[in-house]
Structures are given as structure tokens and as C-alpha cells.
């Protein structure tokens, strides 16, 4: 980002980087190290951005990015094995009653955001990525980005709205393709099934292009947004809640323990897709 970026209250953000340029805020995830992979802390943390931008009417577009390796790579389940590792399966159960709540909260919070949402997705975009990216507005990526949702390796179903909201964009035989089988697809895979708006090749100049749209009327910009999202929020909670009744059943079982753990094992060894 350039030098006109002001960086704002760094220090009470310690995963995200927020950028203010004029109207436009800019939420980068900023877990380099690991793909910028999302923990209860980030996912907070993210929650707590999207609270300031929708306060602030200042602000009229919101940029949800990551990096050049990965927006975003997911739940971050080293965490899963390190709480195994200190507090045995008691600590795992609690932190999986948690999981619907968090999730439920993250999308009621990106569904009920005023401002116009926009992801920029650059690298790998796996599991809870997607749905984020999803739930904006509008999706960009630059040629590197490949999208993942690997839910059935995971031993897990659907999430986040994404058995309605994935076959709304791409279609019913090319989401059931991802969501079943776990297939990527790559940006101009994407770009041909209408999952982004467009490709970015020179990301300066997307920046400078998002400022001048978060020049345009916020009222204008808010009102359209909220045509726009009227025949989705429903589908989309009612869709939320059938598939948190389902992952509970899931994470019930013995199946889900065991392949989330192997999944983090490997993962552990290669942070390759």
C-alpha cells in the first residue's frame, strides 16, 4: 500500500492491519506466517473492523484483503492441535460448541454491514476464506488466487450459508463440485462462473480505483446495497441455521474429531495446497 495509507489504531489490532484511505478502510488479515490463517482472536478481532467501518460515516467502502501467499487460508487449526496437546479433548469439545456461534456471529455481522463491502482475494482462499469473500459485496482477485473449500476432508458439511449462497453464484453443478468433492478453482475459473467481478492486475491501481468509488454517495451507495442484499439475507440466516443443526451432528461424531485432526497434522508438515 502507498505512503498516503494512514495506518489507524495499530495497536489495538494485533491480526489485522487497518488502512484508512479518504472513505475507503482497508482490512488486511496479517498472519503472514501462516497464511494468514483465522483464529477465535482474528476472527474477534475482524468483528470489532467491520463495527468501526460501519459506524463511521466517514466510510463508505470496505476492502476485506490479505496478502500476495493467501487472503486467507482458512480456520487456523494448528490451534486445534495445540489445545488438544495442553487440555485434552474436554478443552476440543468446548471450543466445538463454540464454532456455530462464532460463525453465526461473523455472517449476521458482514449481512447486516451498512457499507460496501469488497474483497480482494490474492493466493490461496480456502474454507472460511470463501465464505468471507463471498459474503462482500463485490469479489476481485488477481490471476494467483485459488479458492478452496475443503469442508468433506475436513469431516464437516457446508457452512456459513455456503450450500445456498455458493450455488446462487456459481451455480448448482459447479458448487456442488466444490463443496462435495473439495475441488479448487482457480481465478479464471472463477471469473467464467461469475464467483468475481473481475481480475486485478495491477493492485496500485485497484486501490486508487476504490477510493474513487468510496467517493460516490454513501446514502446512494448504502440504499442500492440494500436492495441489492434484500432477497439473500433471509435465504442466507435460514440457510445458516439448517446447516448449524448439521455441523452439530457432525462434530458429534467420532468422524469429524478424527479427520479435522489428521487434516491439521498434515497440514502442519506442508502448507502446500
Not at 76 to 88: E, T
Not at 198 to 204: D, H, I, K, T, Y
Request: charged content about 20%.
Amino acid at each position: 500500500m502507498s505512503g498516503a495509507a494512514a495506518v489507524v489504531n495499530l495497536k489495538t489490532f494485533k491480526e489485522l492491519l487497518i488502512t484508512r484511505r479518504g472513505a475507503l478502510l482497508i482490512i488486511q488479515f496479517n498472519r503472514p506466517q501462516l497464511q494468514n490463517a483465522l483464529r477465535r482472536r482474528t476472527i474477534y478481532e475482524l468483528l470489532r473492523a467491520l463495527d468501526l467501518a460501519n459506524t463511521d460515516s466517514q466510510i463508505s467502502v470496505v476492502v476485506l484483503t490479505g496478502d500476495d501467499v493467501a487472503f486467507t487460508a482458512g480456520n487456523d487449526l494448528s490451534d486445534l492441535l495445540a489445545m488438544q496437546r495442553k487440555s485434552g479433548d474436554e478443552a476440543l469439545d468446548v471450543h466445538f460448541k463454540a464454532s456455530n456461534f462464532v460463525m453465526t456471529s461473523l455472517v449476521k455481522k458482514m449481512l447486516l454491514n451498512r457499507k460496501v463491502l469488497i474483497s480482494l482475494v490474492r493466493g490461496n482462499c480456502i474454507g472460511l476464506g470463501v465464505i468471507i469473500a463471498m459474503l462482500c459485496d463485490i469479489v476481485y482477485a488477481t490471476d494467483s488466487a485459488r479458492f478452496w473449500t475443503p469442508f468433506s476432508q475436513l469431516g464437516l458439511c457446508a457452512e456459513g450459508g455456503a450450500s445456498w449462497m455458493l450455488p446462487q453464484i456459481l451455480g448448482r453443478s459447479k458448487a456442488s463440485e466444490m463443496l462435495l468433492f473439495g475441488e479448487h478453482l482457480d481465478a479464471q475459473a472463477a471469473l467464467q462462473h461469475g464467483m468475481i467481478a473481475g481480475l486485478v492486475s495491477n493492485v496500485e491501481e485497484f486501490w486508487q480505483r476504490m477510493e474513487q468509488h468510496a467517493k460516490l454517495p454513501s446514502v446512494s451507495l448504502m440504499a442500492t446495497k440494500r436492495l441489492l442484499l434484500q432477497p439473500w439475507r433471509q435465504q442466507l440466516l435460514d440457510t445458516l441455521n439448517v446447516e448449524g443443526a448439521e455441523l452439530e451432528k457432525l462434530r458429534a461424531g467420532p468422524t469429524y474429531r478424527s479427520q479435522i485432526l489428521a487434516f491439521a497434522r498434515r497440514k502442519k508438515i506442508s502448507s502446500k495446497l
